[in-house]
């Protein structure tokens, strides 16, 4: 291990990160410039030759061979993010370098997200809204049609009392689906790679997917994105849910085949969905789900509220400092 003063390349410009990183004079940053824009590949690979520890962000891929060209003296990865999909893990492990996420600091948020597409989906929000902005607030209502209050274009169903089905229940999926029970009353499913001993608390039964699927009024995807996850809400698993369920996808955007949910959305086997995630981001604004009229699309907002993202920036300075001091991370991947 070096000795201070340690040399760190972060690759977005987030003008929050590098005034704390001032204040640290153990620290020399090198940061790349351009604001709200992902640093290229191979400049990302390049500025990290000769670096003690890297600050990335969801959009950075850290492979076997990014870490070989990037040369032994990167001793960890930090990622401002909950997810590290986008890193490969064993290949971290494999060469000693430490790698440490954000977990603990934005489920609330990132729940509160899945909250709110929830009941943007289920209260068809998106169509209504584009129909407000366009002059149309339904026919005028007279008096004596009282029928025409269950005006089929803005009616959406009810969110107390559903049935949820939280796929991983890890952090944010119990935060979920706490705020689902203790909120509105609802029944809580979930699946995952086991059962969970202890939920704090809090209701909720152990299902297979299939099961989950059939049953749930609203999907709510929280599982990390592996090869086994990996389009695992495809064409048959859309054809399990109820007409009158809704999809929620704040997790990431390989879990679903959009192609089939759009196809889904189009066909109204489904009732309507909340993303948060796509793939790619941004996704294309001529992508079939765009023109889905019940299906809000989101740009990645999870975790963005000024104090989550405070908090996720101080915990990913922790576990760069900590990593290229040779000290456990505060939050390690490993
Ligand atoms: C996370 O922290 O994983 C969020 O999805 C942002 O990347």
Aim: hydrophobic share 40%; net charge neutral; charged share 20%.
């Amino acid at each position: 291990m070096e000795t201070p003063p340690w040399k760190l390349l972060v690759t977005r410009h987030i003008p929050y990160v590098l005034e704390q990183l001032a204040k640290n004079p153990t620290i020399r940053v090198d940061c790349y410039e351009a604001p709200d824009t992902p640093m290229p590949p191979d400049e990302l690979t390049a500025r990290a030759v000769g670096c003690d520890g890297v600050l990335i962000m969801h959009t950075d891929k850290i492979t076997g061979s990014v870490l070989d060209a990037m040369g032994p003296t990167v001793q960890v990865i930090s990622t401002i993010s909950a997810g590290y999909d986008h890193v490969d893990v064993p290949a971290c492990r494999a060469r000693g370098v430490a790698v440490g996420n954000t977990s603990g600091c934005l489920h609330v948020s990132t729940a509160e997200l899945a909250v709110s597409l929830t009941f943007a989906a289920k209260r068809r929000l998106a169509e209504s809204h584009k129909c407000a902005a366009a002059g149309d607030w339904g026919k005028p209502l007279p008096e004596d049609v009282a029928h025409v209050y269950c005006h089929p274009r803005f009616c959406g169903s009810d969110v107390s009392n559903c049935t949820v089905g939280v796929v991983g229940l890890g952090e944010i999926g119990l935060t979920y689906a706490r705020m689902m029970h203790f909120g509105f009353q609802c029944r809580i499913l979930y699946t995952g790679r086991h059962e969970k001993t202890d939920l704090g608390g809090l209701p909720a039964t152990f299902v297979d997917l299939p099961t989950l699927l059939a049953e749930s009024d609203i999907v709510s995807l929280h599982c990390p994105l592996s090869e086994a996850t990996r389009h695992l809400i495809d064409a048959g698993a859309l054809r399990c849910m109820k007409r009158t369920a809704v999809l929620i996808n704040t997790a990431r955007g390989g879990i679903v085949d959009q192609d089939a949910l759009a196809a889904a959305l189009a066909a109204k086997t489904i009732a309507g969905a909340g993303l948060d995630v796509t793939t790619p981001e941004p996704l294309p604004s001529s992508h079939a789900l765009f023109q889905a009229p019940n299906c809000l699309i989101v740009p990645h907002i999870g975790s963005a509220t000024t104090r989550t993202r405070q908090a996720m920036c101080d915990r990913a300075i922790a576990n760069a400092v900590a990593g290229m001091a040779g000290r456990p991370l505060p939050s390690p991947v490993l």
